[in-house]
């Protein structure tokens, strides 16, 4: 019985669309634990969209010209990921869900073009970075933070005293902005350090009565 090179097309394409939802849900199961905005169905609906994309170069007649289709598909992507980026003061979130959605769309296209080996060794290194690094960003973020400060304190309260303590801490401090009114003053300042090390920094704060209050 002959076989139908047309229908091992199309078991081959329907195979692919069915890989690249199951890549595009690993991928984005991290970021729907975590909350993010990007969960699983979005990514898996990206990393399908990429390879049905990807698959429509070689239909429409491009098969030597495939990055037409290509650019464009990161282009879409980049409007996506810029899409959840967001700034509230000195910090920016969403870029590592805009990065997963990049990744998504790319696996798409590699799935796309049959390259699955690559495909599925870019998903295995993409999932490492997303968990295992997780627990490294963790630690280093208990040993190193930053935080921006404003405080406001009565006339008396020496600012060298402040910056003493910061020096006592092992705290740096950059940024310093002093504004001046009637009897207050305001101090507006960031500082980085030990997570630890500034937990006391806030309870000196707390507890010195010169201080009529403090933000960070």
């Known amino acids: 019985m002959a076989v ?3 229908d091992i097309r199309y078991t081959e394409e329907v195979f692919k669309l069915f ?8 991928v984005g199961l991290e970021r729907e634990i975590r909350r993010k905005p990007a969960g699983f169905r979005t990514l898996a609906i990206i990393c399908v969209g990429s390879t049905l994309f990807t698959i429509c170069s070689y239909k429409l007649g491009f098969p030597d010209n495939e990055d037409r289709i290509a650019a464009n598909i990161i282009t879409g992507v980049g409007f996506l990921g810029a899409g959840v980026i967001f700034r509230n003061g000195f910090s920016v979130s969403g870029i590592t869900t805009a ?3 990049w990744i998504a769309a790319a696996l798409g296209m590699l799935i796309g073009i049959g390259d699955y080996a690559i495909a ?3 998903l295995a290194v993409s999932l ?6 997780q627990f490294l960003q963790n630690f280093i973020d208990a040993r190193f933070q930053h935080r921006s400060y404003t405080i406001s304190y ?9 910056q003493a303590k910061l020096t006592q801490l092992q705290l740096k401090a950059r ?15 960031e500082v980085s350090g030990k997570e630890s090390n ?3 920094f806030n309870q000196w704060l707390k507890n010195e009565t010169r201080i009529y209050s403090f933000m960070w």
Do not use: H, Y
């Open 154 to 162: 009565k006339d008396g309260f020496d600012s060298d005293e402040l």
């Open 128 to 133: 490492i970075i997303l968990w295992a690094m």
């Open 120 to 122: 599925l060794l870019s």
């Open 99 to 101: 990065a997963t959605i």
């Open 4 to 6: 139908n090179p047309t």
């Open 198 to 200: 500034l937990n006391i």
């Open 175 to 189: 940024n310093f902005k002093e504004t001046r009114q009637d009897v207050q003053t305001s101090f507006e300042f």
């Open 19 to 26: 890989l690249s939802a199951m890549v595009g849900c690993l």
